[in-house]
């Protein structure tokens, strides 16, 4: 996120990380609607994951992740995180379905997710659609870069 790459979706001060992060994401009661996750190596923390399903029909989760840097990419340790996630959502949560949604731009996540067994969705909108509650598609449905911007990726 953020210029120069990726100037529509500038990285979040302060004020707009507490907007989009409602408390329930940091607390053990809100477990079954959404939480942060750090993401370490060797003891440092290089970037943070995380899952929601409060917008989303049961079963379903999405998910989320960001690198502190680019010299943690290209490393295996996103790939990684994300199949523990995964793992774990699948074993505690009882989620089976998954959907990740980065900019189009971000080629090096895309083939991140694909190698976390993340497959294109065919059609965007009807992924979209079987993946959110009717109640927030509208807010939620065109995704971070905007419909055409945006890479809808899906596992089941």
């Not at 979040?12 to 329930?24: G, L, M, S, T």
């Not at 840097?69 to 989620?95: E, H, M, P, V, W």
């Not at 971000?106 to 997710?113: F, P």
Request: net charge neutral; with cysteine.
């Amino acid at each position: 996120m953020g210029p120069p790459d990726f100037t529509e979706s500038p990285i979040p001060d302060w004020n707009r990380f507490q907007k989009d992060f409602e408390d329930f994401y940091f607390l053990e009661t809100g477990r079954n609607r959404a939480s942060v996750m750090i993401i370490e190596n060797g003891g440092e923390e290089i970037g943070c994951l995380c899952y929601a399903c409060f917008h989303l029909k049961p079963g379903r989760a999405e998910l989320d992740i960001w690198l502190k840097s680019r010299i943690y990419c290209g490393k295996g340790f996103g790939t990684a995180a994300l199949i523990q996630l995964i793992n774990y959502l699948s074993s505690a949560r009882d989620i089976g379905k998954f959907i990740i949604r980065p900019s189009e731009k971000n080629l090096r996540a895309i083939a991140a997710y694909e190698k976390s067994g993340f497959i294109r969705a065919a059609d965007k909108k009807k992924a979209v659609s079987e993946y959110l509650l009717e109640e927030y598609i509208n807010l939620y449905g065109n995704g971070d870069y905007g419909f055409k911007g945006t890479a809808v990726l899906i596992k089941e």
